[in-house]
Structures are given as C-alpha cells and as structure tokens.
C-alpha cells in the first residue's frame, strides 16, 4: 500500500470512528481505538502498525503533554491544594501500590503466563492510576457536575494525576535498564531531568516572553505558528537528547508559554494538531490488539478488567471518606474514575517501547483498559441510582440537606432564586435587598456559604440544577429565578425543572456571549443577558462620553439598543482578526450595497424571502443616506445598503440573491 493510500485509510478509519461516536455521544478516542482494532493487522488487516505510523503517532502524545503543561496554573493548583496535593496525590500513589502488590501476585499465582518482575509491576501501577481525563470532564460538563461536591474532587484528583504523569515518564525508561545499573540509571535520570527542568523554567520564562512578543509584532500568522511548532518540538528533541521523553520536553514547553499572555492564542492554534495526531496515537494503539488472544485468554482479561476498577472504587472511596467526604460523595467520585485513561495508554506504549511488557501480556491489558474506558458512560450514568442503593445514608443526607433548604424559605414568598452566589450573585442580591426584595441564595462552594451566611446573607449551601433544590428553595412561590454563573449546561437544566414544576415563574440567564441564546430562549429562559454584549455597551457608552457625547444621548443610545432586545448586537461585523475556529459559524453582520445591474432592483424585499434562506434584514439605507423603514413591501432600489445578519455560508448565498436574482 503507498503512502498516499494508507493516509486515506487511517484518516477514512478516523472520520467514521468519531461519526459513530459522536451519535452515541460517546468520547471520539473511542471510536479512534475502536478504528485501529478494526483496520490492524489482528482483524481486517488492512494496514500494518508501520514504524513510520507510530512515530507520527507520537507527537499526538507530545501535543497532548503540550496542552497540559499550558493549562497548569500555580493560582489554580493554590486554590485546589486539598484536593490536588491532599487526595490526588494520596489516590496516585496508594493505586500504584496495590497495582504493584497485585501484580506480583498475580505473577506468583500464574507463573510462566503472568511473567514480570518488580520493574514491570512497578510501571504498570502507575498505569493503572490513570484516569480518563478526557472522558470524565466531558460528561460532568454535560451533566453540569463539574461544581458539585464529588466533581471538585474528582478535578482535583485527575488534575494531580496530569501531573504525575511527568515523573512516571522519566522512571519508565530507568526501570528498562540492567538489574546492576538500574539505580544509578534511575539516579542519572532523576539528575538529568530535575537539572533540565530547573534550567529551562527559570531561564525560560522571560526568554518566551520576550520571543513571542518579537514574533507577535510581526502580525505573521504563519510565522507564529511556525515557531509554536518549533519551540514545541525543539523541547521535545531536547528532553529526548538528553536521554528523556519527547512528552517531557513539550509539557515544559507548555509550562514555559501558559506564562506569557499568548497562552490562549497558543491553545487555539495547537488545537488542530493536538487533536488529528493524538487520534492518530490512539489509532496505533487500537492496531496492536489482537483479539485472538482476547477469545484465549477472556478470564484473564475480565479479571483485569474488574480488579483494576475495583481497586481504584475503594481506594477513591476510602481517601475520600478519610478526608472529610460523605459515602455518597466517594462513592461516586469513584464511579467515576475507576476506569483507565489516556495517559495510561502513553505509559503503556512507553513500557512497550522500553521491553518492560511482553506482547502476551500487552494485550490483555490493552483490551481491558478499552473495555473500562467503553463502560465509563454507562458507570457515570448509572452512578446516581449505584449510589442510592449501596448508600442508604446518601438518600438521608440529601434528605436533610433539602430540609435545611426548605426551613430558611419556608417563610419566604415573591422571593427571586439566585442560582450562584459568586461576585455576579452577590451583587445581584445587594441590589435586591435595597429594594426590600428577598431572595434565596443556592451556592455550592461551602466555604462561600459559610462566610456569606455568617455575615448575615440569605444563601444556603445547595445545587441549583437539582429539582430538589429549587423546590425546597421555593420555587412555586418565588417571583423569579437568576442563573448567574456561566454555565449553559447547568442553565438549561435549571430551565427544565422551572418550566415543568412552575412555568409562572421567568428566569433571567447570564451567559458569556449570545452563542447560545436561541437555546436558551427555547428552554423557557425570559431574558438572556450576554456578558460580551453587556460588556460591548459600557465600552461604546465610555467612548461616546470620552469623544464628547452628551451623557444624555450616550444613555439613550444604550438604552435603545437595550430596548432592542440584542437583536442588533446577535451578529457583528466580521473582520481579518476574527477568523478562529470559535468565530467561523457564529452568526455576524454583512453589509451589501446594490448597484444599478443588481437583478433585484425594483422588487419588494418581501418577495425574496431571505428568512427562508437563515438571514435576517437588520436594517436598510437609501443612497441619499436616509434609514428606511422595514416592510415587506419595501421596493429596493440601486445605492440601497442593506444590513444582514446570519451565519456566514447563509449570507454568502442571501448577498448572491440579492445581486444576481
């Protein structure tokens, strides 16, 4: 097969893999593993897991360790430092330790079919203490959990284990060497990485500031995603001469850029790479399964599918009770990252790469963290119903939590429910009680709760997207409902329950921008008030004054375009800088000026029916400069201006309307 075609055949594996993913809302890595076990050489055998393949494969794995080391944040691991350094970093390394004592035992008990030593049972500990990052985040994000109780836990937990997966990439290869040279190859490596670390991330800083600085003034897009490339690779080669790992390299790399104040720019532009090479990472894995063996050897890989997740639930569940949690809470933090993760792959791949893992005993351990990765939804799914009949306090303390609830609004009517009470919902009911409005407050940050109640404010300790709570809160009774945190997910499950349980009662939503205000609005939300269009009037009103507008007509201006209901404002004017990956199908304004050839010339504007095509008449002026007033019957003339607004392939077919006919 030439290289032309086994490109097609991995990218056409890839595109159908994520399709049939995607319709089952499953994660799309699913459907990259799923795609190489049926192309490899075990099954349809239509490619061979070629060296080349795998090589590419790979800087998939550096693009990833990329992202991460750009998305790490003292500030971030400061204000989670409990939950990282305190449970993360208990669950990592007590998993490795039951992985590593399971491992040789289950040596000891099928000696000459489980044959490893301590080095092997050691790398595949830390393996085992991976989970899903990519899998878990995702379903929280849908399921609007990622705030709840056992979700700041379960972030905590995989946040650590992203960052051990740094020095797991160093001891893995130590651990290859020659029984007489493995402590001081661990030493020397040790040594190795600690000296480049250190180096690279206290010179490096300035230095990447100041480089990329240089580069941006160019105003080269291609010229600043050329040294991204370069910088990121670069590193890589450099950890790699060194005697270390192509991913270490590009996770300092990534430490080095998330400092500068490119970091989002960078995470934009890595994004594609990032995503097709990793694919293609996963596409390689799924070739080296032989599912042969799998049919020999199926009460060996059940057995390392259910002992695996087995540990990781009671080890989870015990750290999190421990550290203060209820059952329920562990319990389903646990359900949650039972399973094996992508990072548990990469090591995987490195032990093999290394010749810590025979390929006898790389496949059953392939398939099985395959499997626990495919039951991850149904785990995540189930684990409300798991908890409820495992844990018959769970039900209880839920029970009690809702009464607390209800006591501080049973005596409460014509309130407004504040869903969130960060600096948004705080202000929001400062405002209120000026006006002698009361409220009731739902937060789920307990240290929030208790300052605030403390001081006297009406907030109680509770989560909003739940029935329960919103009933307790008093939902039937309020006068209205404030969603003030960004999340749209969470948003349209407050709108559910308020639209099913008290209809009578409106909800205002806060969100960032207006990408999703025709969701909204179909949910039931009353009003919608995007941050960026909020935001778009106080710099337009500030302007307006600075330049010498009378304030009087600056807050009439604003006002009308209020009044407006952000008709005007849902699009804007594209321009040069606004072509991102973000802003390509959102919905923006186009001018289009007729001249005196434009077929239309003379028709209504109702006759054309640019509705129909997804594109809305915003408004109109004539050649003399007069704005017309918008009506069906409104004849069009040449020199008219009209503006659109739409997505953009609908207004390149409206602007070919109106000028061609």
Request: hydrophobic share 55%.
């Amino acid at each position: 097969m030439s290289s032309l075609a086994l490109t097609l055949l991995y990218l056409l594996a890839a595109v159908l893999g994520v399709v049939v993913c995607r319709s089952l809302k499953l994660p799309p890595m699913l459907g990259y593993l799923t795609a190489g076990i049926l192309i490899g050489p075990h099954a349809l055998a239509l490619a061979q897991n070629s060296e080349s393949v795998r090589h590419l494969g790979e800087f998939g794995v550096v693009f990833l360790m990329f992202s991460i080391g750009l998305e790490f944040s003292l500030p971030k691991l400061r204000a989670m430092q409990r939950d990282v350094f305190g449970l993360g970093l208990l669950q990592v390394l007590l998993t490795m330790v039951a992985g590593f004592g399971g491992t040789l035992l289950l040596a000891q008990g099928l000696a000459g079919v489980w044959d490893v030593g301590w080095q092997t049972a050691l790398a595949l500990g830390g393996t085992l203490a991976m989970s899903s990052t990519a899998i878990v985040v995702k379903l929280m994000a849908e399921r609007a959990e990622i705030e709840s109780e056992h979700g700041r836990r379960i972030m905590g937990i995989l946040l650590f284990q992203d960052l051990a997966v740094v020095p797991l990439l160093v001891l893995i290869p130590a651990l290859a060497a020659s029984p007489d040279n493995l402590l001081p190859a661990l030493g020397w490596a040790s040594l190795k990485a600690v000296v480049l670390v250190t180096v690279l991330l206290t010179g490096g800083q300035g230095l990447m500031r100041w480089w990329l600085t240089l580069v941006a003034r160019r105003k080269s897009d291609e010229l600043f995603m050329l040294n991204l490339l370069l910088i990121t690779l670069g590193l890589a080669w450099l950890t790699e001469l060194a005697g270390l790992s192509l991913a270490l390299g590009a996770f300092i790399a990534g430490v080095l850029v998330s400092e500068t104040e490119y970091r989002h720019q960078v995470g934009t532009d890595i994004r594609p790479f990032h995503d097709v090479l990793l694919g293609l990472f996963f596409i390689t894995i799924g070739m080296m399964l032989d599912w042969h063996i799998l049919v020999e050897q199926w009460a060996l890989v059940l057995g390392l599918l259910v002992v695996p997740l087995l540990i990781k639930l009671g080890v989870i569940l015990l750290l999190a009770r421990g550290m203060g949690a209820t059952t329920g809470v562990g319990l389903r933090a646990g359900l949650y990252l039972a399973q094996a993760g992508e990072f548990g792959f990469v090591l995987l791949a490195l032990m093999h790469e290394h010749g810590l893992l025979r390929p006898a005993l790389m496949n059953p351990i392939l398939a099985a963290m395959v499997l626990s990765m495919l039951a991850t939804p149904f785990l995540i799914m189930y684990s409300n119903q798991i908890v409820m009949k495992l844990v018959a306090s769970d039900w209880m303390q839920q029970s009690i939590q809702m009464t607390q609830i209800a006591r501080k609004a049973i005596d409460t009517s014509k309130h407004v429910i504040i869903c969130g009470y960060g600096r948004c919902g705080q202000n929001l009911a400062r405002m209120l009680e000026q006006e002698g409005i009361p409220y009731m407050a739902l937060d789920l940050d307990p240290d929030r709760v208790r300052q605030a109640a403390a001081a006297g404010h009406s907030v109680v300790y509770g989560d909003a997207t739940r029935l329960q709570a919103l009933v307790a809160a008093g939902l039937v009774r309020a006068s209205a409902v404030a969603v003030t945190y960004l999340d749209v997910p969470a948003a349209l499950k407050v709108l559910a329950h308020t639209r099913s349980h008290a209809p009578q009662v409106p909800v205002v939503v806060r969100t960032q921008d207006d990408l999703h205000l025709d969701r909204l609005l179909a949910a039931g939300a009353t009003e919608i008030v995007p941050e960026a269009i909020e935001g778009s009037l106080m710099l337009a009103s500030h302007a307006l004054a600075l330049v010498g507008v009378p304030m009087r007509r600056v807050i009439r201006r604003v006002q009308d375009q209020r009044e407006a209901r952000y008709n005007l404002l849902r699009g804007y004017f594209h321009g040069a800088d606004d072509d991102t990956v973000q802003e390509r199908d959102q919905e923006r304004l186009s001018t289009v000026t007729l001249p005196p050839g434009a077929k239309t010339l003379g028709q209504p504007l109702g006759e054309l029916a640019l509705h129909a095509m997804g594109v809305r008449v915003v408004s109109l002026r004539h050649g003399n400069g007069r704005i017309a007033l918008l009506a069906d019957t409104l004849v069009l003339a040449a020199g008219d201006t009209l503006v659109l607004s739409g997505h953009p392939s609908a207004l390149l077919g409206a602007q070919d309307k109106l000028l061609r006919g």
